[in-house]
């Protein structure tokens, strides 16, 4: 059991850094004031997920840079297809080979992250892909994903101590209402 659930966590370690560097990779490529450069379909997925977090059915103050906190694999992938003429010429090759990874692994992501039964080659497939990106092949520095791996190199035990966000488990959303809270001395209300 014990190795079951290191194994999920080294899996979370992994996911949780590519996803970070890779967002930092897209901010980078985004030219500053510029509101609006997420596919549709991406930006309607994050902006619900943002506005389930937020309680608000406004948009975000910052525009499409908010809403990258809200964006998994396959959506970040999405991002990057739609900056690719903004990735230097001799990283672009690179880089949107690491995106083919990435969308060929957001099912391990979403099995990780969603707490479902593990595939065999989840860890070995979302390990490579984090020595992909460990190498450079996105724009800007893999600065989470170089300390990951430093940190399960050194002391592969600390992924013990992690903890996987309660509200990636949670898969149902929050239905809003205006019903009044029952009060328990009445039986009446429907």
Same mark, same amino acid.
């Given at each position: 059991?014990?190795?079951?659930?290191?194994?999920?966590?080294?899996?979370?370690?992994?996911?949780?850094?590519?996803?970070? =560097?890779?967002? $930092?990779?897209?901010?980078?490529?985004?030219?500053? #004031?510029?509101?609006?450069?997420?596919?549709?379909?991406?930006?309607? /997925?994050?902006?619900?997920?943002?506005?389930?977090?937020?309680?608000?059915? #406004?948009?975000?103050?910052? #525009?499409? $840079?908010?809403?990258?906190?809200?964006?998994?694999?396959?959506? *970040? $992938? /999405?991002? @990057?297809?739609?900056?690719? %003429?903004?990735?230097?010429?001799? *990283?672009?090759?690179?880089?949107?080979?690491?995106?083919?990874?990435? &969308?060929?692994? !957001? =099912?391990?992501?979403?099995?990780?992250?969603?707490?479902?039964? &593990?595939?065999?080659?989840? @860890? %070995?497939?979302?390990?490579?892909?984090?020595?992909?990106?460990?190498? #450079? $092949?996105? %724009?800007?520095?893999?600065?989470?994903?170089?300390?990951?791996? /430093?940190?399960?190199?050194?002391?592969?035990?600390?992924?013990?101590? *992690?903890?996987?966000?309660? @509200?990636?488990?949670? !898969?149902?959303? /929050?239905?809003?209402?205006?019903?009044?809270? %029952?009060?328990?001395?009445?039986?009446?209300?429907?």
């Amino acid at each position: 059991m014990t190795d079951h659930v290191a194994t999920r966590l080294t899996c979370f370690a992994l996911v949780s850094a590519i996803e970070d =560097d890779a967002r $930092s990779s897209i901010a980078s490529l985004v030219d500053p #004031g510029r509101d609006e450069f997420l596919p549709l379909d991406v930006r309607a /997925k994050a902006r619900l997920r943002w506005s389930n977090d937020h309680e608000s059915d #406004g948009d975000p103050a910052d #525009g499409d $840079s908010s809403l990258l906190a809200y964006l998994d694999f396959a959506d *970040l $992938s /999405k991002a @990057f297809d739609a900056l690719a %003429p903004a990735i230097d010429a001799s *990283l672009r090759e690179r880089t949107l080979e690491c995106v083919r990874n990435i &969308l060929l692994t !957001s =099912d391990a992501r979403n099995r990780v992250c969603h707490s479902r039964p &593990l595939e065999t080659d989840d @860890f %070995p497939r979302l390990y490579d892909l984090a020595r992909l990106v460990e190498r #450079g $092949s996105m %724009p800007g520095t893999p600065t989470r994903t170089r300390e990951t791996m /430093k940190r399960l190199t050194e002391d592969p035990t600390y992924v013990l101590h *992690l903890r996987i966000p309660e @509200f990636w488990m949670n !898969s149902a959303t /929050k239905i809003r209402h205006n019903l009044p809270a %029952p009060d328990f001395d009445d039986t009446g209300f429907i």
